[in-house]
């Protein structure tokens, strides 16, 4: 054995340098919650050593394969399959030991029951024996890859290593918050389905497990729904363009797109093998001029509505007392539900003025009929409507915060974004909430002070320092209990200024990185100092994978 290591070693060193072996390095982005390394010590992983793993469960091989294809991708090294009784490398096994102790410790008594954190729990033990990894569900099998993928180190480009020393390691792992989202607004730019795939497998690289998908605006409809074929037909389609912040001179270039349900379900199935939800958002009664377009008997003025050709927020919304808009939601969002299995599904209720409302006979009809008092409450009814529909679905309704104006329905989420208060108060009235507000998680601002030196955008400033210091559980203003109620945090990217892929990503990365460890790590585990050391290995990843992002951090 002895003198297989040392001709082992003298064959590194004849090798050619474009064959090396690198170390490991476990300080990756999220932190994972417990690391403690032996760097005196190495285990060699070399090109042709197996993984051992249970074969008969195609979830947990899903997941082998993620890590056999990211390390052969990440440095050249092939690893081969065996089965789970065979020696090898790499040994993926199901279980805690520490959960059959405590089982046997605790019998006659209750065990808790394990919340879903801990059940994406996953152990990495690194020793001469090798890699094991274990985990309580094959979702750990992938969190601990993923750990994996980023500890590898990277050759320069076109070479490869011909093996990896990993020092001896004990990692335990398992994330903070429950949801850990980003959302993506496809309406206001429609962004291609590889383009889509890539940002989840970028979200599914950092932890994350909500994907928030903005499906319809003003300015387009991009959700297909079959029984009313014109709509993401003709909705999708803006004659043309404004240039810059609303400059009053347009491209004259028609701009359209919308995701048929075939490519929804692709996508949701894509997602769903990464461990990633997909919430869909169905913007109502406001931000609706894509419908009202193909549809102006269901605005309030009867029309004609062109597809929004600029940005801002339109006085156009749906009516609330004609009764065909109902009708239309639930169509809308009855086929949204056949398309996506997500538990959530988003309803917007954001930015929905109320002039036309207040001018309508129809809307005001509506009002004196329920008995209500202000316009705000008519929302509300609608909420209600299709909060009930939902629930028949068996689906939970999400929200913008506005939906708490006219009295939030049982059961509603609210997403927290004018700030913080829209979540401190659903929370205290014992709603849900996920907390996304632009003072922290709004990705569509600036990065830079320096705004010059960065693409057009709609403003703001939000640097990843100020992303990373986000603490959403508000421990000043919420008891123990009322926290209980936030889900968790989600940056939002929206798309007004953001036309291209590569501005996409370029707006994601690093901020992802900082809200990735708000969304993982518990608050003392969180160091931006750290953060900024770990964070250039992350970024040296980015490039092997071709994936853009803001080069300087503030
Ligand atoms: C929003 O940013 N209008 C939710
Ligand atoms: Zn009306």
């Known amino acids: 054995m002895k ?318 007392g004609n009764p065909e808009t109902l009708t239309f939601l639930k169509t809308v969002v009855g086929e949204l539900c056949d398309v996506f299995p997500s538990k959530f599904i988003h309803i917007g209720g954001d930015e929905s003025p109320r002039d036309r409302w207040k001018q309508c006979p129809k809307c005001q009809a509506k009002l004196k009929e329920l008995g209500l008092e202000k316009e705000s409450q008519l929302q509300t009814y609608i909420n209600h409507e299709m909060e009930v529909f939902l629930r028949e679905r068996g689906r939970d309704m999400i929200g913008w915060d506005e939906v708490l104006e006219g009295g939030l329905t049982e059961g509603g989420i609210v997403m927290s974004w004018r700030g913080i208060n829209g979540g401190i108060e659903a929370a205290k009235q014992h709603h849900r909430v996920i907390m996304s507000p632009t003072t922290f998680c709004y990705i569509d601002y600036y990065q830079l002070k320096d705004q010059g030196r960065q693409p057009l955008g709609i403003g703001g400033y939000l640097p990843v320092s100020k992303v990373y210091s986000f603490e959403p559980l508000i421990p000043d203003q919420l008891s123990e209990e009322e926290q209980q109620y936030i889900l968790g945090p989600q940056v939002n990217l929206w798309c007004e200024y953001v036309a291209y892929p590569q501005h996409a990503f370029y707006m994601l990365l690093p901020r992802l990185d900082a809200i990735s460890e708000v969304q993982w790590c518990r608050p003392d585990q969180k160091d931006y100092e750290g953060f900024k050391t770990r964070l250039p290995r992350m970024l040296k990843l980015y490039d092997k994978l071709g994936i853009n992002y803001c080069h300087q951090i503030e």
């Open 3 to 320: 003198m297989k290591k040392i001709l082992f070693s003298m064959f590194l060193m004849l090798t050619p340098t474009l064959m090396m072996a690198e170390r490991a390095d476990y300080c990756i982005i999220p932190q994972p919650k417990s690391v403690q390394t032996d760097t005196t010590q190495v285990f060699v992983l070399r090109a042709g050593m197996g993984i051992a793993y249970d074969s008969s469960n195609p979830e947990i091989a899903r997941n082998v394969q993620f890590l056999r294809q990211w390390v052969e991708e990440l440095t050249g090294i092939k690893l081969q399959l065996t089965p789970a009784d065979k020696k090898a490398a790499v040994r993926f096994s199901i279980g805690f030991p520490a959960d059959k102790k405590n089982k046997k410790a605790k019998k006659g008594q209750k065990v808790p029951e394990l919340t879903e954190q801990q059940q994406e729990a996953y152990a990495i033990t690194i020793d001469k024996n090798g890699i094991n990894i274990q985990a309580r569900q094959p979702i750990g099998f992938f969190r601990a890859a993923q750990t994996l993928r980023k500890s590898l180190p990277l050759p320069a480009a076109d070479r490869s290593f011909i093996a990896v020393e990993f020092p001896y390691t004990k990692i335990t792992d398992e994330p903070r918050f429950v949801y850990r989202g980003a959302m993506l607004d496809c309406a206001r730019h429609y962004f291609p389905l590889e383009t889509l795939k890539r940002y989840i497998d970028v979200m599914a690289l950092h932890g994350c497990n909500q994907f928030h998908w903005h499906l319809t605006e003003d300015q387009g409809w991009r959700f297909e729904v079959k029984s009313l074929p014109e709509l993401a037909k003709q909705g999708s389609v803006r004659e043309e363009t404004v240039i810059g912040r609303n400059t009053g001179v347009y491209d004259g270039q028609r701009y359209g797109g919308y995701y048929t349900q075939a490519e929804c379900r692709e996508l949701v199935n894509y997602a769903a093998e990464r461990y990633i939800n997909i919430i869909p958002e169905i913007d109502l009664p406001g931000h609706m001029m894509g419908a009202l377009h193909v549809f102006p008997n269901l605005g309030c003025t009867g029309g004609p509505y062109p597809v929004w050709p600029q940005w801002g927020v339109s006085r156009d919304v749906l009516c609330a």
